[in-house]
């Protein structure tokens, strides 16, 4: 499949969290596209699509190898590098990406300290700008939130030419799951979905992963106060359909 997309793959530099925030003018952008592992390092994978790729990069990445030399090793073992479109950042919050000569114009990367930005198909190359200039501009703010903002950049700078339909955000820390993993599918405005569901997430989601067992501690239970939130309906929970906060 051809994911004609524009993206973000990033550390936080505080913490070490990695993340990929995406959005895409076909479905599940977010169960095709960004592949990430803890500690390790976070990659996007579109144009037409080769997830294997990005499962390379990261095996490289683990063995030690540096994000230029990982990727262009994962893409000799391609036979159509021309197609692919990849970006991705080490543990260590360098970037690289590969824009191959037959990805959809307007096509192009960005990379910077701990981040490549990315995509194909797009409005014109002020997408990239506009994502690249977001993310530096929000530096104090958590990883969840630079990627929200550097996604809603390229949206309101024009996004995918074609229109849109799903966007996704995925963060890892130090556990093999995720932290965050969201995803908006067959969606009018899929990047503000996805705000507005990181919002939701943040207040109800957020809290019951961090009560989830680690592997280095003992697996406890969940506060009191995430358990009793979680056993109300959704709309009586904080950010529900029936808080105040988000009534007009």
């Given at each position: 499949?051809?994911?004609?997309?524009?993206?973000?793959?990033?550390?936080?530099?505080?913490?070490?969290?990695?993340?990929?925030?995406?959005?895409?003018?076909?479905?599940?952008?977010?169960?095709?596209c960004?592949?990430?592992?803890?500690?390790?390092?976070?990659?996007?994978?579109?144009?037409?699509?080769?997830?294997?790729l990005?499962?390379?990069?990261?095996?490289?990445?683990?063995?030690?190898?540096?994000?230029?030399?990982?990727?262009?090793?994962?893409?000799?073992t391609?036979?159509?590098?021309?197609?692919?479109?990849?970006?991705?950042?080490?543990?260590?919050?360098?970037?690289?990406?590969?824009?191959?000569?037959?990805?959809?114009?307007?096509?192009?990367?960005?990379?910077?300290?701990?981040?490549?930005?990315?995509?194909?198909?797009?409005?014109?190359?002020?997408?990239?700008?506009?994502?690249?200039?977001?993310?530096?501009?929000?530096?104090?703010?958590?990883?969840?939130?630079?990627?929200?903002?550097?996604?809603?950049?390229?949206?309101?700078?024009?996004?995918?030419?074609?229109?849109?339909?799903?966007?996704?955000?995925?963060?890892?820390?130090?556990?093999?799951?995720?932290?965050?993993?969201?995803?908006?599918?067959?969606?009018?405005?899929?990047?503000?979905?996805?705000?507005?569901?990181?919002?939701?997430?943040r207040?109800?989601?957020?809290?019951?992963?961090?009560?989830?067992?680690?592997?280095?501690?003992?697996?406890?239970?969940?506060?009191?106060?995430?358990?009793?939130?979680?056993l109300?309906?959704?709309?009586?929970?904080?950010?529900?359909?029936?808080?105040?906060?988000?009534?007009?």
């Amino acid at each position: 499949m051809e994911l004609n997309t524009f993206s973000i793959a990033a550390r936080c530099p505080r913490t070490g969290q990695l993340g990929v925030a995406v959005a895409s003018a076909v479905p599940a952008v977010g169960g095709l596209c960004p592949y990430l592992r803890a500690g390790i390092g976070a990659v996007t994978t579109q144009s037409w699509v080769n997830p294997y790729l990005a499962a390379r990069i990261l095996d490289r990445l683990a063995l030690g190898q540096v994000p230029d030399a990982a990727l262009a090793a994962a893409l000799a073992t391609d036979d159509r590098p021309d197609l692919r479109q990849l970006g991705l950042v080490d543990a260590h919050g360098t970037g690289a990406a590969w824009t191959g000569a037959g990805c959809t114009a307007a096509a192009g990367h960005r990379t910077g300290a701990d981040y490549a930005v990315q995509g194909n198909m797009l409005a014109g190359p002020g997408v990239l700008d506009a994502m690249a200039r977001a993310f530096a501009d929000a530096a104090a703010a958590d990883l969840d939130e630079r990627l929200m903002r550097a996604l809603e950049a390229g949206d309101a700078a024009g996004g995918d030419r074609r229109g849109k339909q799903s966007a996704a955000l995925r963060i890892v820390a130090g556990e093999d799951y995720p932290l965050l993993d969201l995803r908006v599918d067959e969606h009018a405005v899929p990047v503000a979905e996805l705000r507005r569901v990181l919002e939701v997430a943040r207040r109800q989601l957020v809290p019951f992963v961090a009560g989830m067992p680690r592997k280095d501690g003992p697996a406890g239970a969940l506060p009191d106060a995430v358990v009793a939130m979680l056993l109300k309906p959704p709309a009586e929970r904080p950010g529900g359909a029936r808080d105040p906060a988000r009534e007009p």
